[in-house]
């Protein structure tokens, strides 16, 4: 439904823009490609913004950005060849370098990743209508996030250099990379989640084929130079184009080694099926996820709706570990939503650089219609929006939508909707939440909210065999980033977090030799020479 009020949120022209958030239109035309910034002359697509601006005749429309390249076979395979070329089965320059060098390189990366980061955090808040506060968040977060897994990496590193004795073997074990990785990031959180597989990814001794996300690609462009001048050439490449032209090729070469894919289990399913020789290919990836909460009968519901405000509606509900779906009992169900919902309705929507907007615009432009759709598919089963202004809709901008009750048969039901509506369930007996779980393809995560620390253990026992993480009293979320992140089922394969991530993209590899006095004299003619990078006892401080 259209809302006169909402449409009002937006600038009435450019003028009403603050001066700090102006931003003029980018038009990418060169690409990283084996250490060059390579021209573009071919298609491009042009990226409009979910800010919207009235035109000459007062209808709503989204800003032009600027634009990418979008490449093709030729390119996608081009950068391919790039990145095995400069992995070269290990011998290259990258996956040889000591890992106090590479350190070093990422080190300054950061420094130049540092310069952008006003220009980067004001495309965050374009592209994708993430706020202000987010987007700065983003973008420190993922600074944080490459320094935490330096200081990983070192701690591992230093574990690793000393000799171990066993059964007569002398041996020293160490992490090698595994070779080409194709890194493909999501829209919602373009530039964290995206180097929360590249940044490890690269460290451990790899080379990078980049494919940006449909949504939030642009923002990537000014690090691209901070990548070319902080690693050697064919280290890290970027892939533009649509995603079924370019990488198909790239799978079909069987020289991708690892797929890391943040984004849904029926990409993730055909990218796989096309690599020739699966049991050679490593997958790390983040997919769909219904992440599912419970209130129980004795719930402390101020904190179950604070927590679940968050958990539902961060970032307009548009994360992978958000609440998807609210399970009340029905003794609790009315009081819960009496005081949930005006909660919801008094989320400040606005745009993105306002002070305090909690609801910004949707980056998808058909994303608002669609749940319209769904919200109509649940009322026609008997459900209804049960907050004022839930619902209401002016182009991009979408108040969130409590819809009541949901049950079997409805798409709330099952299906992961990835923005601001949030479906609740009523529930007599626990067994029918433990059900839901059983039967639901996705296990990322799940709450439970009570009091009673036996009907909670209850439920957590069996959970943690159905879900990843279990959230007591507190949101789904990923951080901190130490914890592990992985998913069961459709929802995840291979595990995340600082120092899981840095395995994920490495082998453990060993040298061993028989203890005997000859062989010993050897170990320390290369160690005491520095004649080898990987057989070593290099400590790094």
Not at 49 to 69: A, H, K, M, W
């Amino acid at each position: 439904m259209a809302s006169s009020s909402l449409r009002t949120l937006f600038p009435a022209d450019s003028s009403q823009i603050p001066a700090d958030f102006h931003i003029e239109p980018i038009h990418q035309r060169e690409y990283l490609l084996n250490g060059e910034m390579r021209p573009w002359t071919g298609n491009v697509s042009e990226v409009y913004s979910p800010v919207c601006i009235p035109d000459e005749n007062g209808t709503l429309q989204r800003q032009l950005l600027g634009s990418f390249p979008v490449a093709g076979p030729k390119e996608a395979l081009e950068a391919l060849e790039a990145a095995v070329a400069a992995y070269d089965n290990g011998r290259g320059e990258w996956p040889q370098m000591a890992v106090a060098q590479r350190i070093a390189c990422m080190e300054t990366f950061i420094g130049k990743m540092l310069e952008q980061r006003s220009l980067v955090i004001n495309l965050i808040m374009w592209e994708i209508g993430k706020n202000l506060a987010d987007a700065t968040k983003e973008f420190d977060r993922t600074v944080k996030y490459i320094y935490d897994t330096i200081d990983t990496l070192k701690n591992m590193d230093r574990n690793s250099s000393r000799f171990r004795i066993e059964e007569g073997i002398i041996g020293q074990i160490r992490r090698s990379p595994l070779g080409v990785v194709l890194a493909m990031g999501p829209f919602n959180y373009p530039l964290n989640e995206t180097y929360t597989t590249l940044i490890p990814a690269i460290l451990m001794g790899n080379t990078i084929l980049f494919k940006t996300p449909k949504h939030g690609s642009l923002l990537h462009y000014p690090l691209l130079e901070a990548f070319r001048t902080s690693f050697p050439k064919g280290v890290v490449n970027s892939l533009y184009g649509r995603g079924a032209d370019v990488v198909p090729p790239v799978m079909q070469s069987g020289k991708v080694n690892v797929l890391t894919l943040i984004g849904s289990s029926r990409v993730a399913d055909e990218l796989q099926r096309q690599h020739p020789k699966l049991n050679r290919l490593r997958s790390i990836m983040s997919l769909d996820a219904k992440n599912a909460a419970i209130i129980l009968p004795d719930a402390d519901l101020d904190v179950a709706v604070k927590e679940c405000l968050l958990g539902t509606l961060s970032f307009n509900g548009q994360r992978c570990t958000a609440i998807k779906i609210i399970w009340a009992h029905r003794s609790v169900a009315d009081e819960f939503l009496k005081r949930f919902n005006p909660e919801v309705s008094n989320l400040q929507p606005g745009m993105p650089w306002a002070s305090g907007v909690q609801i910004t615009p949707l980056p998808e432009p058909n994303k608002t219609r669609y749940l319209a759709d769904i919200i109509a598919d649940a009322e026609a089963g008997g459900a209804s929006i049960v907050n004022e202004g839930g619902g209401e809709t002016e182009a991009s901008l979408f108040r969130p939508a409590v819809v009541y009750p949901v049950r079997e048969g409805m798409r709330l039901y099952r299906e992961e909707q990835f923005g601001p509506v949030i479906p609740v369930v009523v529930y007599d007996d626990e067994e029918e939440f433990i059900q839901y779980l059983i039967t639901d393809d996705h296990g990322m995560q799940a709450s439970i909210f009570g009091t009673d620390p036996e009907a909670i253990a209850r439920l957590i026992d069996p959970l943690v065999n159905l879900v990843s993480r279990v959230n007591i009293n507190a949101q789904c979320q990923r951080g901190p980033d130490t914890f592990p992140f992985t998913g069961r089922k459709d929802s995840a394969e291979g595990t995340l977090s600082v120092e899981d991530a840095l395995r994920s993209f490495s082998i453990r590899s060993a040298v061993a030799t028989k203890d005997t006095g000859s062989n010993k004299h050897i170990l320390n003619e290369i160690v005491g020479g520095h004649k080898s990078e990987f057989l070593s006892t290099n400590f790094i401080f």
